[in-house]
């Protein structure tokens, strides 16, 4: 106990490092496996294509043979003319670097027990002709030769060098020739120039040191990169597992500098039935995550040290009072350390974007209740969220709420189907969780270019769509994340119409109770969206607005025992631009007179109801003063640019300049209460444009202030 | 922007026609000055003819009346239109000027 009051967040430092340290350790595993997965399918597709460059080579030299064969057979009694029919026979096919017919002992009595015409082409192309057969090439002895003549059907070679010092590879194809009668008279062979194989297979690998193998049936290695990438040992052993297993995908380990190595195979898919092996090492392969694993660990450091300071801080305040008070503030500093853990996840601005509209807020109990909410555009456009809650409350939640979180962060980036985010989600909060918590979540990914939502519910509330009027969206009924490890997952997938929002919230808002502990409940929540549906210039920040000003009213004075957590995802009918102007004003007051004209005759062309005219009017009058004002030092020049744009349904102002950074909608707003005495003088024309415009928004981009006045152009 | 001014024994009648806007405002100010010398007159500012007012128009206001009230003189407003009136409303000053 003593030690705790000393160190009153030790406690809480281990616990998040623990935590971090577990997400990071998870995050490493999980992307691992992606990794595996990834390199997996690329070596699928790699293996498929080496497979058909030869296939197909093969393949050639068999469909060349059968070309032929009539014209083989054609000229059987004519033994002299079949020098010129192996000719032509080698002549059609660029692959084809030899041709022979090897007849059977003494069928043409004339020419001897051995008679074999042989045609081949030199290093420029060119054909010459020969008779090979005789006493000392008794080629009868060949085992091919033997292996047709017994089978009677044709048969590929292992590959074999031409010479015992030669580079050139060849593969013979023989064949089974037969008379009129049926009966064989010949072997005819095509020798194929293989030498091309060991660059194929070595090119369009994805790793410096990776390297592509062929093998023989019998294991033997008759293709690859070359003695330069790797070690007579390693082929050894390579080709002794290939031959040992005959999974596609192997583990290997290099003896020599015992790096581990992934081998993926594939065999031809008919005779010869070679085997194609790439072979990829782990430390290429994983590169980019041991780069993310150490940026990490400097993250979870960071993380740590500011968690240590802010809890020192808290410390520090806790030791000025008594022990027993001391006590209470720990409690007190370690559900604000919760807090604070739960609102750093949580989303401080939302994404600006004209075609999608979102805002969310998350009002803590005084308990932490560990909800959550999220929502991002990926790199494709497509817009990730979620909300969810985690059972329990305090600090423990608030814990395994930001490991969901990270997860979900991460997994959801690069993976399109909910329901295998769900189940990654559920696999990683069934591993650590000790405490039996579970998480009710709900995800969507929605894809603003054509409207298709796809989602996955895991036992949270039905979200409700506010189109023309408001209902359920239809969930299925999957089990909350951290329940049971093997819980599958069902997406699914709506699509919404511009116009259409989608309204998330955990059970803070339907169990809001008010003193008679009546709950809020969710017709409440339908019976009030179905007021604001149908509206064409909702915002989602005006869902949450009303929905809260709602909840207010209905619980009166009553503590809340829940987080109260709402989303709200517009996607936004976006028009066409009917309407681009644009103003340039020096920072000279008496310029302004310039804004007046300029709006005025905006107002007649959208064109915008007299009172929504004038409101716009003031609006960008006192924005624009203001920066011609206080924007650049007194006695500089400047420059306030002001455009008009307009689909048609809005009409949006933008006042931008070069000045100081000042963001307008960060201050905190006039006292219109005061008394004559107790006013200021300033401050109000900011006030007056933030309540003029339907919205206003500030952003600084790159050295620009740039602010923007909408309105909702009404019909008038 | 107008200006016109009428004085009585007893009160003062500014009257104000036309936009109200910053550049009006800097102009006006001078204008007004006879407003910040009541004696204890009330003030009326007619503002029939006003059509536009931003908040450095209101900066004035507050100022004549901040001075009348140290003097001991009622401000009052006369003839405010609607869209003009919102303006008050949203700046509370609708709580601290008479309307007439």
Redesign the interface.
């Known amino acids: 106990m003593k030690f705790e009051l000393k160190k009153p967040g030790l406690g809480i430092i281990i616990l998040a490092a623990l935590l971090l340290e577990s997400i990071s350790v998870m995050q490493y595993t999980y992307t691992r496996s992606l990794l595996k997965e990834e390199l997996q399918k690329r070596m699928e597709i790699e293996l498929a294509a080496k497979t058909g460059i030869i296939m197909n080579t093969l393949e050639s030299a068999e469909t060349t043979m059968q070309e032929r064969l009539g014209d083989m057979q054609a000229h059987l009694n004519r033994p002299d003319s079949l020098f010129s029919v192996t000719k032509r026979l080698i002549k059609a096919n660029r692959h084809v670097v030899g041709g022979c017919m090897a007849f059977l002992p003494d069928y043409y009595p004339e020419k001897g027990r051995f008679f074999e015409p042989y045609a081949s082409k030199d290093g420029s192309g060119r054909i010459r002709v020969e008779q090979l057969g005789g006493e000392d090439h008794d080629y009868t002895l060949h085992p091919a030769y033997g292996e047709v003549l017994r089978s009677g059907k044709s048969i590929w070679s292992d590959p074999y060098f031409f010479e015992a010092d030669s580079v050139v590879r060849l593969t013979t194809y023989s064949y089974p020739l037969r008379d009129k009668s049926g009966e064989i008279a010949a072997v005819c062979g095509l020798d194929i120039n293989l030498s091309w194989l060991g660059d194929t297979l070595n090119t369009n690998l994805f790793y410096p040191s990776s390297f592509g193998l062929l093998l023989t049936r019998s294991g033997k290695i008759v293709g690859g990169p070359g003695r330069k990438r790797t070690s007579p040992e390693s082929f050894h052993e390579i080709s002794r597992l290939l031959k040992e297993s005959d999974s596609e995908m192997i583990v290997f380990r290099d003896g020599k500098t015992r790096k581990r190595a992934f081998i993926h195979r594939a065999a031809l898919p008919k005779d010869p039935e070679w085997d194609i092996a790439l072979v990829n090492y782990y430390d290429e392969v994983f590169q980019p995550i041991n780069r993310m694993r150490l940026s990490g660990l400097l993250m979870t450091l960071t993380g740590l040290l500011l968690l240590g300071f802010i809890i020192n801080r808290y410390a520090r305040n806790a030791r000025k009072l008594h022990t027993a008070e001391v006590q209470q503030a720990r409690i007190g500093s370690e559900l604000q350390v919760a807090r604070d853990l739960q609102m750093q996840f949580l989303p401080k601005t939302f994404p600006e974007r004209k075609d999608i509209d979102i805002y969310g807020s998350l009002v803590p109990a005084r308990e932490v209740g560990g909800d959550l909410f999220d929502c991002f555009f990926r790199e494709d456009g497509r817009l990730v969220f979620c909300i969810g809650d985690v059972s329990g409350k305090g600090v423990p939640s608030a814990l395994i709420m930001a490991m969901i979180h990270s997860l979900f962060r991460m997994v959801s980036a690069r993976e399109d189907d909910p329901a295998r985010i769900m189940q990654a989600l559920n696999e990683e909060a069934c591993r650590n969780n000790e405490a039996n918590m579970f998480v009710t979540f709900f995800l969507g990914i929605f894809d603003p270019g054509n409207g298709l939502l796809r989602y996955c519910n895991a036992g949270h509330d039905n979200p409700v769509l506010i189109g023309r009027t408001a209902g359920k969206l239809p969930v299925k009924a999957n089990f909350p994340i951290g329940v049971f490890t093997d819980s599958v997952y069902e997406g699914e997938e709506c699509t919404l119409t511009p116009g259409t929002t989608v309204f998330l919230y955990t059970d803070g808002v339907t169990e809001a109770r008010n003193p008679r502990r009546e709950q809020f409940t969710m017709d409440r929540i339908l019976e009030i969206l179905g007021k604001v549906a149908g509206n064409p210039s909702l915002t989602a920040r005006k869902v949450l607005e009303t929905m809260d000003a709602e909840i207010s009213r209905f619980v009166e004075d009553a503590q809340q025992s829940d987080d109260l957590t709402m989303l709200a995802v517009r996607y936004v009918e976006v028009g066409e631009l009917v309407l681009n102007e644009k103003l340039t004003l020096k920072n000279d007051i008496k310029q302004i007179a310039g804004l007046g004209v300029f709006i005025k005759d905006l107002a007649t062309r959208v064109p915008l109801p007299d009172t929504q005219a004038r409101k716009l009017r003031l609006a960008a009058e006192e924005i624009v003063v203001n920066v011609m004002n206080y924007a650049y030092p007194p006695g500089e020049e400047g420059e306030v640019a002001v455009e008009a744009a307009s689909d048609g349904k809005n009409l949006e102002i933008t006042v931008s300049d070069t000045g100081l950074p000042f963001d307008p909608t960060a201050k905190p707003d006039a006292d219109t209460t005061l008394s004559v005495e107790d006013r200021e003088v300033g401050g109000l024309g900011i006030h007056l444009a933030r309540q003029m415009a339907d919205r206003i928004r500030y952003e600084r981009r790159g050295d620009r202030n740039i602010l923007t006045l909408t309105m909702n152009i009404q019909p008038s | 922007m107008k200006t016109t001014i009428q004085e009585t024994e007893k009160q003062i009648v500014a009257t104000l026609s036309g936009?109200l806007?910053?550049?009006a405002a800097?102009e006006m100010e001078n204008e007004l000055k006879p407003l910040y010398d009541s004696k204890g007159r009330e003030i009326v500012i007619d503002c029939s003819g006003l059509e536009?007012i931003?908040?450095?128009g209101?900066?004035i206001l507050?100022?004549i009346?901040?001075n009348a009230?140290a003097c001991g003189s009622r401000v009052v407003l006369k003839n405010v239109n609607d869209?003009i009136r919102e303006?008050f409303e949203?700046?509370?000053?609708v709580?601290?000027f008479d309307f007439e």
């Open positions: 936009e806007d910053t550049a800097m536009y931003a908040s450095s209101l900066r507050l100022g009346l901040k009230k869209v303006v949203l700046t509370g000053f709580r601290i």
